[in-house]
Every structure is written in C-alpha cells, then in structure tokens.
C-alpha cells in the first residue's frame, strides 16, 4: 500500500507538466504577435525580438511550480521585457567597452565537457524525433541565424507555420531535457 502511495505522485507530475505545456501552446497561440509587436518596441530588430519570446517561452516551461503562477501571460510578458533589458544592457556594454572584454579562453572542466556532450546527444537525438519541416525550421533558425520570414521564404510556408515550428521544437526539446533530469 505504501509503494502504491509514494509512486502515485509521478504520473500526477507528468500530467500537470502536461496541462502546463498544453496552456503555454494556448498561451502562445493567442498571444505571440502582440508579446513580439510588444518586444520590437523595446529592441532594435525582429529578430532580437523573436529570440526574447522564445527564451520567455522556455523560461515559462522551465518553472518547477507553474500552478503557482496564476497568470501565465502577465508572467510571459514580464519575463520577456526583462530579458529584452537583459539583451539591451549586453550590447550597450559591449559597443561602450568592446569586444576584447571576451577575448580570453577558459578551460572548461571535464564534468562541463562531459555535460556538454551529453546535452548535445540529447539535443541530437531530440532533433532527430521531430518531423522533417519542424526540423529544419529550427535548424535553419538556431544554426543559420534565418528569421522566421527567411525560413518560411526556404520552406515554402508562411510564417506562422515557421513560429508553430520553432515552439513545437522548443517544447519538444525541452521535454526531453526534463526526461533527462528525472
């Protein structure tokens, strides 16, 4: 009976994660376009732009207690204007002190090493499961630096499609990194 109990709370967890990221899907859904027209007021390209919203996406996966955050939005619009003060801080210092600031080379240590290689197979792997479109999307987005607009123009979909994509592929790699974790 005990052993009953204590393994209970896990399939819990995993639909709660889900109903979280079946509300972050609605979330992004209904409100993208206002949370990037919001952010290209604050930052200098679209593409910037883009970049918050997804690292305010992932933020928004990544909480240990969603349920605790009871406006999702409010917390996605939040976060993301704090990255896009982030991001404008990083570049005003760069441009006032240059680039040499970040011209030495650190050594990193063998458990990062093995870390990094291990995320890598992850992402891989990860990358590997989703379909072709998805795929290259991302790809095209993370490796080539393409906005969702230049990626649509190669795939031959709008861009909508393109961002669909892109958040797929972020949710999708974000469940595996959580699979890793458990």
């Known amino acids: ?60 996966l990544q909480l240990d ?10 917390f996605l619009f939040k976060t993301a204007a704090n990255l896009a003060i982030d991001r404008v801080r990083r570049k005003r210092t760069v441009e006032q002190r240059g680039h040499y600031l970040f011209d030495f080379d650190l050594q990193p240590s063998p458990e990062a090493t093995v870390a990094e290689a291990q995320d890598a197979r992850v992402t891989l792997e990860a990358l590997a499961e989703l379909p072709a479109a998805c795929r290259s999307a991302f790809l095209l ?21 393109v961002r669909k994509y892109l958040a797929r592929a972020l949710l999708h790699l974000q469940a595996r990194f959580d699979q890793l974790q458990s």
């Open 65 to 74: 207690r969603p349920e605790a955050v009871g406006f999702l939005k409010a």
């Open 141 to 161: 987005s993370r490796i080539d630096g393409l906005s969702s607009m230049e990626i649509a123009q190669r795939l031959g979909v709008t861009d909508r499609a």
């Open 1 to 60: 009976m005990l052993a009953h109990i204590e393994s209970s709370p896990e399939p819990a967890e995993e639909s709660e994660r889900k109903v979280h990221s079946r509300r972050i899907g609605e979330i992004f859904q209904e409100h993208n376009h206002r949370l990037l027209r919001f952010l290209m007021g604050r930052l200098t390209s679209e593409q910037d732009a883009r970049e918050v919203a997804q690292e305010a996406y992932v933020k928004l």
